[in-house]
């Protein structure tokens, strides 16, 4: 039961982000694809998930310090998250 609490308490939407990366991150590396190109662009993808897992936690600490409000947290890091997700999806649209 304390487990739970400990999970409620300190549950965030980075928290949650980093957790993502580091499933996709585990799933990609249990990958057994045979191709040397795929293994490169595996390899790098890889490299990626673990440095924005890292960042994503250390961020969501330093963040944890600065508000004291659950809400107030977990309201700026939405935003945070959706300004990053609009910025890539209209940089990826505009090169297409």
Do not use: H, P
Not at 14 to 27: D, E, H, K, Q, R
Not at 45 to 67: H, M
């Amino acid at each position: 039961m304390k487990v739970l609490e400990f999970i409620k308490k300190n549950i965030s939407i980075f928290s949650v982000l980093g957790f993502l990366f580091i499933t996709f991150f585990i799933i990609i590396y249990s990958s057994n694809n045979e191709s040397a190109c795929a293994q490169g662009w595996l390899f790098f993808l890889k490299i990626i998930l673990v440095f924005l897992s890292i960042l994503v936690f250390l961020l969501d600490f330093l963040f944890k310090n600065i508000f004291s409000s659950r809400l107030q947290l977990n309201l700026f890091q939405l935003v945070i998250t959706i300004i990053l997700i609009l910025f890539f999806s209209f940089k990826i649209y505009k090169l297409s």
